[in-house]
């Protein structure tokens, strides 16, 4: 069996997701890549999390050609190969449907920076795409989500994926990325809790700033980049 | 005993809603149709939810006469077979008090489509019915609810009962539906987790649009129909 | 040991609360009455829930005069008894700060009858007293806390207790109570599920009207009173 | 080993707060100090809670240099040890960013004291700081977090901190103290009950008044002080 370990990884980080209360039923999926062998590790479509185990993993390849696994791959596989692609220094993406992170998606607003929380994790508003148009929705649609994510971090205002490691698809959902399996389900897990905390702050005060530019620097490079402090080493 | 298998469905329905905390104490109950017999099995009335089996379903005909059963059957009863008899298609009823989709229902609103997760199981706005007239309420008040869905979905502006597979009564709460007891209490499940994220949306941002009708067709019909590619099969 | 029977009625009355997520900590109490032998069981003042036993209530008489019982009674005890000797017909009295229907009482709002869940269980608004006035706050705090209930049941626009049976007390709190210690904390449970529809319906839609007379008869004649067809007989 | 019971007594308070669900992953800290001996004892740096265990905590004297642990101590010590030296009579310090308190504190608003939960704990508003300047961002910025808190208490309008026992850092979250662990923990924990029924209050009610002062006296010297009366003895 290819990949035993990274199997095991993005199983994990599926579970996580349910462990957390990010997903019901089957919505969501994890998955994660081996650079090397230039292979993807994916949640199978539609499978309950209590029966997953490692060897319902799908394998693909970076276009999405399947190379092991008999179970039909997530739905939204595409747009998870392209991220790959795009943006290479990413280990893994999580997908989920998580409440208030996608309230943020369908009301079309990016979340702000609004406190310390999200510094230490987002370097800046997690952005939400534009709209598709009916043309990419008719057409390869998961695709086209894919495209529409980079768009948002390699378009007019580009933005760093390791720096801003989640985007909001509009009318649909977070997708949600970190350098392993690991991170990417910690770092959805987190922008949950950033988009509950920014969703009753601007409720309860409709005109806040957010953070300053120096809070967000201090907060995100004490956790972040070689003069990082937090943790133990 | 009659209807073994579909006591089992039923109950199972109604276990379903408990562990999703859309019910408190004896609130809620799901039905189930067997269309061959002509024959209703439903939760009875106000009975813990702990306590429930299959042999304390009550069963009745298509008219809500008890066939089989010592129980008094579920007060929605006369709801239920009215929806069996004018939506041929459905298999199986639910009703619960959940709170989001009851706040709509209370507020007198249609739940929007504002996101995929709604138009993955709602192909179009969840509608809410007219309020019952003071004549209703004091007459056949449970058919007469029944009545004001029919009215809702046969009226003026018809929908089909199996792409929207739910309605708020105004003042009320929901009634759900699917063809079988295990669709329809997911259906109920998930429109909760619709309503929460609508009313999320909407207090973040008044005056959002909702998804495109080329989304809603996308995502209704990857789930759905002959053409659908979600799951495994 | 006195009232053996009602000291597990109220004890169980307490832990329902908490297994409800109506308390924090120490907050909150339940007491129940003797009519014959004129005489309150209440909760002690201030100790763990996981550590109550039956032989911990304190028993009073109705000025709350200790009869049994080494601890402190429950520090809101004479609006206990008060309620005992105004409201002749109640069993039991319970207190909580739960979060929606606390919420309520601390904007000085009546819940509003927005739904038929409300209208199963209250016969109108559930009203809230005027504020404390600094003298009867200085004074016997706890008794005028009591007063203000009765004056708003008693007062200008009279209510029943028994058809109404919580009322919220402005800046503090919601008071419950029932025929006996099991309806009173059921009815405390199903107030806080009704405050949070009514807190989501009035934030969704600010000038929602509410369920009609009609409505409001029909569902709590469904559940109270001689023609009551609910449940099992 | 040195201070091994308040190492156990800043472990269980570390413990309350994941308990009570007011931390994720390894946010929040909980420290407590011996005056006899200046030492303080703290959680260490981003380690699991499933893992912590007493002898894991790091000592330090009150100017935060380390004098027993082989562990890096929490990112945010230089705020405990500040308010250890100029509180001079507090014992524990918790930090969380738990949702509803961290929501008023990035919205820059105080919380309220809306209604006698409030009262029993937080004798008036729970006050917020003035925002950081970039200079105490990019200078010593954790010393600075508490200099922010001092100034809020000993500045122009003083406040007792243990009549206060919370203080919100703008933008950022919660510091919280008492006499001892157990008590910082029991206040962080009720600091979040009481800005989540505040949020509810503010948002059904723009312009609430909040308790008047003789509530509040009432209420808090019910608690606090020689003349209290809660509780057993």
Chains 1, 2, 3, 4 share one sequence.
């Not at 943020?104 to 609004?114: D, E, K, M």
């Not at 977070?174 to 690991?182: E, I, K, M, N, Q």
């Not at 987190?190 to 620097?217: F, H, I, N, P």
Request: proline share 4%; glycine share 8%.
């Amino acid at each position: 069996m290819l990949l035993k370990e990274l199997r095991e990884e993005v199983l994990e980080a599926n579970l996580e997701l349910v462990r957390r209360g990010l997903v019901l039923y089957t919505f969501g999926n994890a998955s994660g890549v081996d650079r090397e062998q230039g292979l993807v590790v994916i949640k199978p479509s539609g499978v309950d999390y209590d029966d997953l185990k490692p060897e319902h993993m799908v394998v693909t390849d970076l276009d999405g050609k399947i190379v092991e696994g008999t179970l039909r791959p997530s739905s939204d596989l595409d747009t998870h190969t392209l991220l790959y692609r795009e943006f290479t220094e990413i280990g893994a993406v999580v997908h989920t449907h998580s409440e208030f992170a996608t309230s943020f998606a369908q009301a079309g607003l990016a979340i702000p920076a609004f406190g310390t929380t999200h510094a230490d994790y987002f370097y800046g508003p997690v952005p939400v795409t534009a709209a598709l148009t009916d043309e990419a929705i008719s057409g390869r649609y998961v695709h086209e989500t894919g495209l529409a994510i980079v768009e948002r971090f390699k378009g007019e205002h580009p933005l760093d994926p390791l720096a801003v490691p989640a985007c909001l698809v509009n009318g649909h959902a977070p997708f949600v990325w970190g350098r392993t399996a690991h991170d990417a389900a910690h770092n959805a897990v987190v922008l949950e809790a950033v988009a509950k905390m920014a969703y009753r702050t601007l409720t309860l005060q409709a005109d806040v700033l957010g953070v300053s530019q120096a809070l967000l620097d201090r907060h995100y490079f004490r956790k972040h980049g070689s003069a990082a402090t937090y943790g133990q080493k």
